[in-house]
């Protein structure tokens, strides 16, 4: 009988920071999900840690974040916007677009309130 994964998974930014987050959270990221998947055999499914060497631990974070707000207002309307510094905005939208799933529409809007104009 197999047994359970762990409700908390690890996620390690490419500058070392970790980032320890509900499993159902982050497997709200295509990428995550699949690299978590139980039948694989994806050494991040037996480890239950994720690697990004492309994501640093600024941008991971602000990640991390979106993960539990998305799980926090998954069913709410006229949901506020999240507070996104305008100098991570293009990482952001690379870091969503890698993470395939995460919203980089989402993104784009936070990422137009945030930008001076």
């Not at 707000?69 to 293009?90: A, G």
């Not at 952001?92 to 529409?105: E, F, H, P, R, T």
Request: charged residues 20%.
């Amino acid at each position: 009988m197999p047994s359970q994964p762990p409700e908390f998974v690890t996620l390690v930014s490419s500058d070392g920071f970790e980032f320890i987050v509900r499993r159902e959270s982050a497997c709200v990221a295509g990428t995550i999900r699949r690299m978590l998947d139980t039948t694989s055999n994806f050494a991040e499914a037996i480890s239950g840690r994720c690697v990004f060497e492309n994501i640093n631990g600024s941008v991971l974070e602000k990640v991390c974040e979106y993960l539990y707000y998305n799980e926090k207002n998954k069913d709410v309307k006229d949901v506020q916007d999240m507070d996104v510094p305008p100098e991570l905005c293009l990482e952001l939208l690379m870091a969503a677009d890698y993470l395939n799933g995460m919203y980089v529409g989402v993104f784009l809007g936070w990422c137009a309130y945030s930008t001076p104009v």
